[in-house]
């Protein structure tokens, strides 16, 4: 596999990554409320935003996880657990010099 591919690869990895780890552990506003603090809610904020978006946590969350899925894809197109063959639920293309000799 060409470097370049791994980068592709990777980066496609880290932005699903990313979306997957985006929601876990958010507070929001309706959650510091709930608990009785001062949420700091200004007018016309949704409720759902989160209290303090970290985006270098979800940086780093999304590098480790992308690097675990790539590591399995990659350890996959090495050793051919699960190849193309394996995921061809069609049976194959029709033999038609079986149909002609009827």
Do not use: C
């Amino acid at each position: 596999m060409r470097w370049t591919s791994i980068v592709a690869i990777f980066t496609l990895f880290w932005v699903l990554s990313a979306f997957l780890v985006l929601p876990f552990k958010v507070r929001t506003h309706s959650d510091v409320e709930r608990d009785g603090g001062d949420s700091g809610m200004v007018p016309g904020q949704a409720h759902s935003a989160p209290m303090a978006f970290r985006p270098g946590l979800i940086a780093k969350r999304a590098t480790v996880l992308a690097l675990v899925l790539f590591g399995l894809f990659y350890l996959n197109y090495i050793n051919e657990w699960v190849s193309v063959a394996d995921l061809d639920f069609s049976g194959g293309p029709p033999d038609f010099n079986a149909v002609k000799s009827n």
